[in-house]
């Protein structure tokens, strides 16, 4: 299995500022994933992050507003870019175990905007 | 467009209780039908079903999935509220060069002693 962390846990940002989240994983993956999960909602894909490569974004989410970077195999970076209200959510990370969609997730980060 | 539907989206019991909770999808390329738990914010994996009819148990935990029908079902018994959290149901489908995976609304679970 693989040990997922994620930097920062929290955090409370002011609107138009913008947070840089960081996923770390213990082992090398070729695949990470970003998701979102607002209030009271279930799970939403952003992107999936392939190293050496730009990310695939999926409809309804752009690389303005959620840049991600993939320097290696093993780290990643969402970054949340002129937050408004809407954009607080949890913000997830995840690698592919490489079974048919069985994934691990890192602990999350917590985001309020006001 | 995938879709993956879970009933009831919330549900209270007592304790010893056994609840049924539901999945249903209409996707393209499945692979795989997946139950996670999520009791703060990370989810964890419970079970991954690719075939019909073949019951998959992990203690007082077991699920089956219909893939003529495009149903999953899991299976809690004698229900502790240690299993109160919100269980999602997600399939995996296959892109170009990877799994994706679309989850469901879930099914929040409150057990009550």
């Known amino acids: 299995s693989a040990v997922i962390s994620q930097k920062p846990s929290r955090d409370i940002c002011q609107r138009g500022t913008s947070l840089t989240i960081q996923c770390q994983v213990d082992?090398?993956?070729?695949?990470m994933f970003w998701y979102r999960q607002q209030p009271g909602q279930s799970l939403t894909l952003i992107a999936t992050?392939?190293?050496?490569?730009?990310?695939?974004?999926e409809s309804g989410f752009v690389i303005d507003k959620f840049p991600i970077s993939r320097p290696n195999l093993t780290f990643s970076t969402l970054t949340v870019s002129n937050m408004s209200p809407e954009d607080s959510s949890i913000y997830l990370c995840?690698?592919?175990?490489?079974?048919?969609?069985?994934?691990?997730f890192g602990p999350g980060t917590r985001l309020t905007v006001t | 467009e995938d879709k993956v539907v879970q009933s009831p989206l919330s549900l209270v019991v007592h304790e010893g209780d056994t609840v049924t909770l539901n999945c249903s999808y209409e996707v393209t390329n499945f692979r795989s039908l997946l139950w996670y738990k999520q009791e703060k914010k990370a989810p964890t994996f419970l079970f991954m079903l690719t075939s019909s009819g073949i019951e998959k148990k992990s203690g007082r935990l077991s699920s089956i999935l219909d893939k003529k029908e495009l149903f999953s079902i899991l299976n809690i018994t004698a229900t502790q509220t240690g299993d109160s959290a919100i269980y999602l149901c997600?399939?995996?489908?296959?892109?170009?060069?990877?799994?994706?995976?679309?989850f469901g609304p879930g099914t929040s679970l409150s057990v009550i002693p």
């Open positions: 082992s090398q993956v070729t695949m």
């Open positions: 992050a392939n190293q050496g490569s730009e990310a695939t974004y």
């Open positions: 995840s690698v592919d175990k490489g079974l048919a969609g069985e994934q691990y």
């Open positions: 997600a399939v995996g489908v296959l892109k170009t060069s990877y799994d994706k995976v679309i």
